[in-house]
Structure formats: structure tokens, C-alpha cells
């Protein structure tokens, strides 16, 4: 049954979306032959698109360029070992994704045929300032901002 899955919009520096060329995404990972011939010893850039589709890009990629300047289902950074995902996080300070884009990872590792974790294997958890307008890193449950030390909206 289809999920309805949260759509992500690009929150991060303009610079970086002007610098997104058209036709230089992420490859896309749609078989286990995909991930087998890539150099496994270090995480990859990874979006899911709005197909469903699981994209990556070297490490140093930016989410945005390895979505192609488009909108998200999930982003963050996945380690591969032989067919398996070994590792996966949904940090992208470029889409600030929550942990529930979980099921659109899910499904974009279940239809390339890969085995995966249930979750996230690191969760990170992003805030705006509504005082000061930066994004935190929440870690520890300390919903404090470390530009303005102004409490963080708790959800
Ligand atoms: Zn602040």
C-alpha cells in the first residue's frame, strides 16, 4: 500500500543551489550491480527523489547537487558493504529531514534489492532558531541555540 511521504524542500545557503548544474545528480541505485563495483570504504551522499528513487553521490557531494536541485523524500549520508546498507542517517543540514523519512529510505533500499538496518542508524534532530533564524544540531535533548542561546522549539 502506498505511504504518503513528507516532501523536503531544499532549506540551505542559495549559493549552493545556484552552483546545481542540470544533468550532474546522484547515480541512481536501483539493483544490487549498482552499489557492487562502488569503493565501499567510506559513506556516501544519498537523497531519495520524489520517484522513490535512492541517488548518491561521493561524500563531499551536497545533498542539493545530488538531488539535482529538487525537493527531497529523505537525505542523508549510507554506507554500503557488499549488497548490504550497513549504515544510514538522515543528516543533510541541506533538508534538515526528520526521522520520519525513514519509510522513504526503506522502500528506496527494499526496491534496489538491498538489505538494510530497520532505522536509522544515526538520527540527527534540526531546528530553525525562531529567534536568530540558524540551524542547531539538537544533540542530548538540549534544545538550546548555540548561536543566540535562545530554547529551541521542542518539536
Ligand atoms: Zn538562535
Not at 570504504?41 to 561521493?58: K, Q, S, W
Not at 538522515?90 to 532505522?119: F, H, K, M
Request: aromatic content about 8%; charged content about 25%; glycine content about 10%.
Amino acid at each position: 500500500m502506498p505511504r504518503v511521504s513528507r516532501v523536503y524542500a531544499y532549506l540551505g545557503p542559495a549559493e549552493l543551489l545556484d552552483q546545481v548544474r542540470p544533468g550532474v545528480e546522484g547515480e541512481p541505485v536501483t539493483s544490487a550491480a549498482d552499489v557492487e563495483r562502488l569503493c565501499r570504504d567510506e559513506p556516501f551522499t544519498y537523497v531519495v527523489a520524489l520517484d522513490g528513487t535512492l541517488r548518491i553521490a561521493p561524500r563531499r557531494s551536497e545533498h542539493v547537487a545530488c538531488a539535482g536541485g529538487r525537493s527531497v523524500l529523505a537525505a542523508g549520508e549510507i554506507t554500503f558493504h557488499g549488497t548490504a546498507v550497513t549504515e544510514v542517517s538522515n543528516q543533510s543540514t541541506g533538508y534538515c529531514p526528520g526521522e520520519e523519512s525513514w519509510p522513504a529510505v526503506a522502500d528506496a533500499i527494499d526496491r534496489a534489492g538491498l538489505e538494510r538496518p530497520d532505522g536509522f542508524t544515526h538520527t540527527f534532530v534540526f531546528r530553525h532558531c525562531s529567534g536568530c533564524g540558524e540551524l542547531n544540531v539538537v544533540k542530548d535533548d538540549y534544545h538550546v541555540c548555540v548561536f543566540c542561546e535562545k530554547d529551541l522549539d521542542p518539536v
